[in-house]
């Protein structure tokens, strides 16, 4: 089975910062597109960042400027440096993965991990 570990988060106060970081493990073929999502304020999740396996990257109008994503293709993890925190920064983020294997093309999550920001 496919699992995502995502560790980093933690509580800081504003202006701070913090890493996050994921790693995909397991029956693993390829991994595509990868990204970080938070709970927002509704119903859906919100895109926070995403990078392609190529590397090109997208972000939330919220955090451009302030947070980076990355990856590392070698060992399937992805981080994001998270700089500036605000408060309103505070959720719980969750990684996701494109992975193909043995069962086909899926999508995965990560567990989440709290990233809490006290002004």
């Known amino acids: 089975q496919v699992q995502l570990v995502e560790s980093g988060g933690g509580s800081v106060q504003a202006g701070g910062s913090l890493r996050l970081s994921c790693a995909a493990s397991g029956t693993i073929f390829s991994v595509g597109d990868m990204g970080w999502y938070r709970q927002a304020s509704g119903e859906q999740r919100e895109l926070v960042a995403g990078?392609?396996?190529?590397?090109?990257?997208d972000y939330a109008d919220s955090v451009k400027g302030r947070f980076t994503i990355s990856r590392d293709n070698a060992k399937n993890t992805i981080t994001l440096q998270m700089n500036s925190l605000k408060p309103e920064d505070t959720d719980v983020y969750y990684c996701i993965a494109v992975i193909s294997n043995d069962d086909g093309v899926h999508d995965y999550w990560g567990q989440g991990t709290q990233v809490t920001v006290s002004s």
């Open positions: 990078i392609t396996n190529g590397g090109d990257v």
